[in-house]
């Protein structure tokens, strides 16, 4: 079997570890015997319908994301919506995730339209918030990462949240709550990179592709001590720096 993944924008929103999200997910394939291939999407180039079986899009500062907000803007975002639509797994950290929901107002700078895949908007406000996050989700358990973002992000009535914080600020450091879950789409403030820590949710998206792809799929589990051991030195990192 061979998945194909879409790396969005990686050459220009690429912070703080991101590209980590990529090579886990590429190596988790290969460590199961299924062929991986990273394709880079940029600015000017098109999504093609039903080409790519996973999609990833890393964070950026503010001056990075008003090229790529109008490129995605028009038929390259819908096309996106509507793989996600169809079940495609996709991950968005930071300013990938602030540019699927309603839209990101930077601190500084014109209001960035997003393409509304996620029910939710996004706002800067004047404190950057930095540092080590710890979250609880009940879908894939105690979640690790790192954030350095201006923007607050409010989910709307339909959205659901990945989980809710337990050290750390999340999507606006007042609601508790911290990503943003749809369909196979998941968007999170967590860098680091976040999924090498997180293989349930590498395995989710992987899971995800593979099914649609192949139909029911077994996925073989991977000996994960070293990613858990990773996990807790992140935890404990985060209850002495908090
Ligand atoms: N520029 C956005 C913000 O500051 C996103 C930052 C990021 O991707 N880390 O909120």
């Excluded at 990833?56 to 509507?82: H, M, N, Y």
């Excluded at 593979?210 to 991977?222: I, Q």
């Amino acid at each position: 079997m061979k998945l194909t993944i879409c790396w969005l924008y990686g050459t220009t929103m690429n912070i703080y570890g991101d590209r980590g999200n990529v090579l886990a997910l590429a190596q988790r394939c290969r460590w199961r015997g299924i062929d991986a291939e990273v394709v880079t999407l940029g600015v000017g180039e098109p999504l093609e319908p039903g080409r790519y079986d996973l999609f990833f899009w890393g964070g950026g500062q503010d001056r990075e994301q008003i090229p790529v907000a109008e490129d995605i803007r028009g038929p390259k975002g819908e096309v996106l919506r509507a793989e996600v639509e169809d079940g495609a797994p996709l991950l968005a950290v930071c300013g990938g995730y602030q540019l699927l929901g309603a839209f990101y107002r930077p601190h500084d700078g014109p209001e960035l339209p997003g393409i509304g895949l996620f029910d939710a908007w996004t706002i800067a406000g004047d404190e950057r918030f930095i540092g080590n996050v710890v979250v609880d989700s009940d879908e894939f358990g105690e979640v690790v990462g790192f954030e350095n973002h201006s923007g607050r992000t409010h989910l709307g009535p339909t959205a659901r949240p990945l989980g809710r914080v337990r050290i750390g600020h999340g999507n606006n450091g007042s609601d508790g709550t911290e990503g943003c879950r749809y369909r196979n789409a998941i968007g999170c403030y967590l860098h680091g990179a976040l999924l090498p820590k997180n293989p349930a949710i590498a395995d989710f998206l992987i899971g995800a592709a593979l099914r649609r792809r192949y139909g029911e799929v077994a996925l073989p589990p991977l000996d994960d001590a070293l990613e858990a051991a990773a996990r807790a030195a992140a935890v404990r990192r985060a209850l002495a720096t908090r």
